[in-house]
């Protein structure tokens, strides 16, 4: 299959490594075109892949049948809304980052649009990409136009498994924002590794309590102690993570709280529901990003 992946990141680097390594014709597309994306991964049993994978080309890319965008949430509407008008119309376009909201920030199109989570971890160590650990990866139809693409989940599950196809991606994406809500926020707030966390049930019930009661009113049948035992399942398991926003923080980047906790805000306003503890930690990020961002370091 013709594939671009938008952002080289780290996921984005695992994810042109092991596409290309099952036989698709792939390459990345930078913000800043460069002949080609340098691709040096670490798998987490030490096997490792160095190739140099091609990159910005308008004509594979206006060929391509899907689009797997992973790019932090705050760069997504920018990037994808450049280029809509160059891709196919059947190309179906995955969004893959933590956060929701991303969509509606969207203009108006006809492309397949597919939602995803995941829980591979890998980061940056100069120049090399640590596949940290396996994780899964959730996807699903977020538009009409996408629901019969489940033969997509079956493909990227033979590059990089797992990955579970979802009807309904909409509770499975409310999840993984609790987890987002919960530890990214508090792992600032404590300068801490997430395994650390479990040193705070009572915070992390209120902050539960508080998601619980928006997924509800969303019409997605949950319970606090039910996110709660699911957030401190992924506490332990990726017990010596350094979350994603603490790693922004660290960097002075910008973080993707807006799409973390300002969109469970967002949704909680539309509902009349207070959420005093998200607000506290919501404040608490934007504080610590106004910091660094008004002496203009790490400006989106
Ligand atoms: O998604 C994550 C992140 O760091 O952004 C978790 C699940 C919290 C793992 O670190």
Sequence with gaps: MKITILGCGALGQLWLSRLYQ???????????????????????DGTSFNRNLPTNDPEHLAQSELLLVTLKAWQVSGAVTALLPKLNPHCAILLLHNGMGTQDELPAHNQPIL????????????????????GVTHIGPASRQAMHLSHLAEMLHQALPDVAWHNHIASASW???????????????????????????????????????????????TSCEGLMSYVMQVIQLTADNVSSMLQDIRAQRHTEIDYITGYLLRRGRSHGIPLPENTRLFELIK??????????????
Excluded at 29 to 39: N, T
Excluded at 115 to 134: F, K, L, M, P, S
Excluded at 185 to 201: E, S
Excluded at 287 to 300: A, D, F, I, M, T
């Design 115 to 134: 939602q995803g989570t995941t829980t591979h971890a890998a980061r940056h160590d100069g120049n090399t990409i640590i596949h940290v650990a396996n």
């Design 175 to 221: 999840r993984k924002l609790a987890v987002n809500c919960v530890i990214n926020p508090l792992t600032v707030l404590y300068n801490c590794h997430n395994g650390d966390l479990q040193r705070y049930p009572e915070q992390i019930e209120t902050l539960c309590r508080e998601v619980a009661s928006v997924m509800e009113m969303e019409g997605h049948h």
């Design 22 to 44: 099952q036989g698709h014709d792939v390459q990345g597309w930078l913000r800043v075109p460069q002949p080609f994306c340098a691709v040096n991964i670490i798998e987490p």
């Design 287 to 300: 504080q610590k990003e106004n910091e660094y961002e008004r002496v203009g370091v790490g400006l989106p």
